[in-house]
Structures are given as C-alpha cells and as structure tokens.
C-alpha cells in the first residue's frame, strides 16, 4: 500500500465511508498479503490483517459469526486472484454478503515484477518470457455468483507503467 500513487484507493473508500455515514463500530475491513495488506491499519473500524491468500476465508467467517457486520475484503490480484483463486470462487460460490475489492496491478510489483494472473498476454517479466492469457472473469462469471456491479473489463494503464503496490 505505501507505493500505491496517491493513495487513490484508500483515499476513494475513506471518502464514500464518509459520505454514507458508516457506522465504524460495524464494519470490518479484511486483507492478506500484497498491495492491499495495510489497508485496514489506515480505517478507522475493525479490521484483520490475514495471511496470504486467506481474507475470503477469514471474512466469510466474520458475517457468519455477525451477519450485522459490514465486512469488506480488500485484496490484489496476487492475493485474490493467485494464491487466494480458490477462496474467491467458493466466497463467489456462496454468494457471502461481502464487498469485495481488488487491486489489479496485473504484475506483481512486490516481488519485482513478476506476472500475475491478470497479466495482459505478452506482458514481458524477469521470471518469464511472456504472460499467459488473462481468466480472471471466467471463474467467477460460471459460477452462481451474481454480476458484480462494478465489472469491468481489462484496465487501461500499460502494465509496463502500472502503479504496481
């Protein structure tokens, strides 16, 4: 999170948290390791910093523990969509009353670069010569999970000048 330019996307979530008026006493914000890891040290609310891969899991046990509870996963694609895929598609899967967000940097600028699964193909990196294609939808469009408001598709930033965390 310290790398991330200007902060953009915690600056975004204080703001909309602000203007909705919610109620920090109920709203956890969850991460694992990466990009987004820090991101609950910065709210003000609960939050968990878990390990790597794990926040889906840890958080669909939260809002079963406490439906009331406004619980938010903050991940990146390494985390999300890598070492975490499968605990993303069974949260998707049980269609979990979470907000899911996730920092698609398409390379893994913590580990100096290496590719990652939203990659775009040809993305050329240290650990190999060219990315595979990108499947991150796929998964997640074949299962019972309802359309996310926010789908969009590919990014429009060069992941060569990506702000990668």
């Known amino acids: 999170m310290s790398r991330l330019r200007d902060y953009a996307i915690l600056k975004a979530v204080q703001k909309a948290c602000a203007e909705l008026q ?13 990009c987004a890891a820090r991101f609950p040290y910065y709210m003000s609310t609960y939050g968990f910093h878990t390990v ?7 958080a669909t046990g ?12 903050m991940t990146g694609d390494g985390d ?4 975490g895929g ?19 940097n398409e390379i893994y600028g913590l580990t100096k670069g290496q ?6 193909r040809g993305t050329r990196s240290p650990s190999a010569r060219s990315a595979r294609s990108s499947i991150r939808c796929r998964p997640a469009s074949s299962r019972s999970a309802p359309e996310p408001d926010s789908w969009r598709g590919p990014s429009t930033h060069s992941s060569r000048t990506s702000s990668a965390c």
Do not use: C
Request: charged share 20%; no cysteine.
């Open 22 to 34: 919610v109620d920090r006493a109920r709203t956890v914000f969850v991460s694992g390791i990466g």
């Open 80 to 83: 999300g969509l890598s070492i």
């Open 62 to 73: 939260i809002k079963l523990a406490n439906p009331e509870l406004d619980v938010w996963v």
């Open 52 to 58: 790597h891969g794990r926040a889906p899991a840890i």
């Open 115 to 120: 590719y990652s699964p939203t990659s775009r």
């Open 86 to 104: 499968n605990h993303m598609l069974h949260v998707l899967r049980r269609n979990v009353d979470l907000q899911i967000i996730l920092f698609n």
